[in-house]
């Protein structure tokens, strides 16, 4: 979280900013709350000891995502950049052309929702149902994204699943009784899947990289160009990182 948000600050400065498209993962695994998400109402902070699971607040919004057995892209863009301009749905319709281009190129018969796809179940976790224009796979939610806006640069990212321990994610997570947490599990697990639940063939992470690169490049006509954190940027991770390990941010609502 502290990369994206250096990149974004560095981004905002620069007087010929180049977007980025950024992979990373998570080790150990992290619960990642979204930005307005209640800590105290939503997380069980005991159970994530006890399952050796971190927890980090997000700059964006949306819902909590396990970050586990996934792959998790970032875009971080000037606002005005015509590939991702516009509101934050128009923006994330751009950026899911390019998503969906590099599943189908595996075969995987990825599409876009159209917002709205079967009632989300109430849950505090991001992938209960999609939003306009995120990913599915026959109507069950494969990618949840989501995006922030500042200093005139825009940073979307999003959790894309390889495998989904669901039982685990509803542990971490507050129900007011066990009955109500069985049950929106089992609701739950009929709106999220993931890429070894819908395609047959295991797909490892650089594989999903290279293929999504190659979307981007085909719907946005672009080059991507490999590159590593800027000596300005590492010299801004060390304050950015311990604000996202601190309880003060984590916490904060």
């Not at 010929?16 to 709350?33: E, I």
């Not at 063939?201 to 293929?211: D, G, H, N, Q, V």
Request: proline residues 6%; neutral net charge; hydrophobic residues 40%.
């Amino acid at each position: 979280m502290a990369i994206d948000e250096v990149l974004l600050k560095t981004m905002a400065q620069a007087p010929a900013p180049q977007p980025v498209l950024r992979f990373y993962g998570w080790h150990p695994a992290t619960l990642s709350l979204g930005y307005a998400q209640s800590y105290d109402k939503e997380v069980n902070e005991e159970a994530c000891r006890a399952e050796g699971i971190d927890i980090v607040r997000r700059p964006t919004g949306g819902r909590a995502v396990l970050h586990q057995y996934e792959l998790t892209y970032s875009v971080i863009a000037p606002e005005q950049d015509p590939q991702v301009s516009g509101t934050v749905t128009e923006s994330y319709l751009k950026i899911s052309k390019a998503l969906v281009a590099g599943f189908q190129a595996l075969g995987i018969p990825a599409e876009m929702s159209l917002g709205g796809l079967g009632k989300a179940t109430g849950t505090a976790a991001c992938f209960d149902a999609p939003s306009w224009y995120e990913l599915v796979v026959q109507g069950r939610k494969l990618v949840g994204s989501a995006q922030m806006r500042k200093e005139g640069m825009l940073l979307q990212h999003g959790s894309i699943l390889l495998h989904f321990d669901a039982d685990l994610l509803f542990r971490l997570l507050k129900f007011p009784t066990q009955e109500m947490r069985e049950r929106l599990l089992q609701g739950f697990k009929a709106k999220a899947c993931a890429l070894d639940g819908v395609w047959p063939r295991p797909i490892e992470r650089e594989e999903l990289e290279r293929e999504i690169c190659r979307g981007f490049c085909s719907v946005m006509g672009i080059e991507l160009i490999p590159s590593q954190l800027t000596a300005e940027e590492k010299s801004l991770m060390p304050e950015t990182s311990s604000k996202y390990l601190s309880d003060g941010w984590t916490k904060k609502r």
